[in-house]
């Protein structure tokens, strides 16, 4: 499912890039501030929370609410930051950036498949602070580029493994936020175990967000006394019968 995703999102963003060029592109970026590595190095715990409407593997997870209306709760029970999907696998589109930030001032995380420069530049247009890089799609080489790139954009980079290998190549990179998503992409099952299997190798300069697979205060307790940062949770909150109070409580204030 990954590979096909990558497939077409190639195509995707070859055709974005006629309608404008990179270099027009860039003229359109304005220069963002690090505000999600700011916000999680200013608490000793974070909740992303997930503006996610579907999933590739489950299909519609969400239909009472709009990528707004969500931001706009989890901003006012307590979120550290947002994720928003712009991907259409997620029913995301780029504009809902844009949209999100019409509601709140917390920093926004752009959660997409990025294999292209362009999709960097891309984001911070949109008024993203921060993009995911997801080290199962990514050469050693891109890794750094990409990470470096971005940066030098003011925009944060949340790079995610999901093994032990992909870690090892993480690690060897100056990345300062990494996330370990608990889905095994093989099953799509999920389990927090692989965070904690994971945590013990990342360095303690590392600000670490355990992704995926986390249904409740006792999950999110486990894992903040392990050492663990943040979480960033998407269907634990759309699919909860009160979207408010599951954001309260994984933030660790109900």
Known sequence: MLNEIVAKKSYEVASTKKQLPLPALRREVQPGNFALSKALKENDWGLIAECKLASP???????????????????????????????????????????????????ILRKDFIIDDYQIYEARAAGADAILLIAAILSDYQLMDYLYKAWGIGLDCLVEVHTKEELKRVLKTPAELIGINNRN????????????ELLPDCQADRVVISES?????????????????????????????DIGRKTRELTLNH
Do not use: M, W
């Open 57 to 107: 593997a489950k299909g519609a997870l969400c239909d009472d609410y709009t990528v707004p209306e969500l931001a706009k709760t989890y901003s006012e029970h307590g979120a550290l930051a947002l994720s928003v999907h712009t991907d259409p696998h997620f029913k995301g589109v780029l504009t809902d950036i844009a949209a999100v930030r019409a509601v709140t001032e917390l920093p």
């Open 185 to 196: 992409l093989k099953t799509f099952t999920t389990d927090i175990v692989n965070t904690f």
């Open 213 to 241: 697979g986390i249904q409740n205060a006792q999950d999110a307790s486990r894992l903040k006394d392990a050492g663990v940062r943040g979480i960033l949770v998407g269907e634990g909150l759309v699919k909860a019968p």
